[in-house]
């Protein structure tokens, strides 16, 4: 079955970072572009970065650009956030989340959550001193 599972989370101090990863199974990750979003209590899912099939498209929210770097290893089926110098405002449940996307389109994009069919179970991710 498709199946996205995050890991690498957990509690750091602020300024420290943390690699997240997603590992997929069930599909063939160089057909499907690549979203990571968040969710901290209260407040609305925030698309915090994406990448396309190929790697050509990347984008990152204007709240982790500079922070944050997303990259895929299409042959080992796993998606990485690189999070260097966090925030205590980064708190959230990060979720890893893939699309199908057809041959020769590299598209990615942040503000279309809806369009992303497959979503991983989410991973607490807490910055605090």
């Known amino acids: 079955q498709l199946q996205l599972v995050e890991s690498g989370g957990g509690l750091m101090h602020p300024g420290g970072s943390l690699r997240l990863s997603c590992a997929i199974s069930g599909f063939s990750l160089d057909k499907y572009a690549i979203g990571w979003f968040r969710q901290a209590p209260g407040k609305e899912r925030e698309g915090i970065s994406c990448?396309?099939?190929?790697?050509?498209?990347?984008k990152y929210a204007e709240s982790v650009k500079g922070r944050f770097t997303i990259t895929r290893d299409n042959g080992k089926n796993m998606v990485y956030l690189q999070m260097d110098s966090l925030k205590p405002e980064d708190t959230a449940v990060y979720y890893c989340?893939?699309?199908?996307?057809?041959?020769?389109?590299?598209?990615?994009?942040?503000?279309?959550?809806?369009?992303?069919?497959?979503w991983g179970q989410g991973i607490q991710v807490t910055v605090s001193s």
């Open positions: 989340a893939s699309t199908f996307v057809a041959d020769g389109i590299n598209w990615c994009a942040l503000r279309t959550a809806e369009l992303f069919e497959y």
């Open positions: 990448i396309s099939v190929s790697g050509v498209n990347i």
